[in-house]
Every structure is written in structure tokens, then in C-alpha cells.
């Protein structure tokens, strides 16, 4: 399968901003140990600040990933200056849906951003995965990316 992202059309748009906004809440329930209450408005409060009004606030980089004439997931990221690690891309979301896994698109996809990396002269690629996600983990490492913050917790 070959990955061909492309530019998100508005409709896209429309639909997959509250998607996101559903996963990412999901994601902190299920890595963070969010209770659902939290984690909604947190992920509500976070895509707001990054998309006011629902429209991307300016530099956010969306695409529609597709394979085979087919969407098969999302891209969302966008240039920024990190005071740690300097000019960077970074990845908000990467989204390959469950029935196109396991065929190397997200792979591709994290190729396609080093490439724009790249072509932009930035220092490099950061991005934030949560700690119970093996998954994304185990395929970020073998791209050669390395932890360089973590956090814990402990319940008491």
C-alpha cells in the first residue's frame, strides 16, 4: 500500500476535528488514567486553543492521509519553536485507521513528515505519545526517535 497525503478539504475538516477531539479524550482515559469528565474537558480546552472557533489557528498543517484512492487516517502537524529542542515540526496527531494497520502507512506517514522536515530546514521532529501506547511507541523508536521526557505517576 502507498501513502499519498493531501491537503484536507473543508468537509474532511469538519468531520474529523470532533474525531479527534473523541480519540484524544479516549487516550487520556485510557493511557493517563483520566476519568472521562477530565479528559473531555481537557481535550475540548486543548483542541480549542489550537483550532478557535473550530478553524485552525495559523501554521496548524492538517492532511488526509489516503492509500489506493482510499482514506486510511489523518496527519495534524505544524512548525514551532521548542525552547528544549529549538525549530521543530511537531506532530499533534498521527491517525492510521484500525482497518488499514499493520501495512506500513504509519511508517510512511512519519517519512512523509521528516521529509517536510527536512525541506524546511528545521532541527528536527518532536511529538508526545502517551506511555501505555506500545503501538506508536515501538514504531517511533524503530524510526530512531528517543525519549527525552517522560512522566509518571503513582496512585496512592
Do not use: C
Request: no cysteine; charged share 35%; glycine share 8%.
Amino acid at each position: 500500500m502507498e501513502l499519498q497525503p493531501r491537503p484536507m478539504t473543508d468537509d474532511e475538516y469538519d468531520e474529523w476535528l470532533p474525531r479527534l477531539t473523541d480519540r484524544y479524550a479516549e487516550d487520556m482515559v485510557k493511557h493517563a488514567g483520566a476519568t472521562a469528565e477530565r479528559a473531555r474537558a481537557k481535550a475540548e480546552a486543548d483542541i480549542e486553543q489550537l483550532f478557535p472557533g473550530e478553524r485552525a489557528a495559523e501554521g496548524q498543517i492538517v492532511f488526509a492521509l489516503e492509500s489506493d484512492g482510499r482514506r486510511v487516517g489523518e496527519l495534524w502537524f505544524m512548525e514551532r519553536d521548542n525552547e528544549l529542542t529549538g525549530r521543530v515540526l511537531w506532530i499533534y496527531d498521527i491517525h492510521v485507521d484500525e482497518a488499514f494497520r499493520r501495512h506500513g502507512l504509519g511508517r510512511a506517514a512519519m517519512q512523509f513528515v521528516e521529509d517536510e522536515a527536512r525541506r524546511r530546514g528545521v532541527d528536527g521532529i518532536v511529538l508526545n505519545v502517551f506511555g501505555g501506547n506500545e503501538a506508536a511507541r515501538s514504531l517511533y523508536r524503530s524510526l530512531g526517535y528517543e525519549e527525552f521526557a517522560a512522566a509518571m505517576r503513582k496512585e496512592v
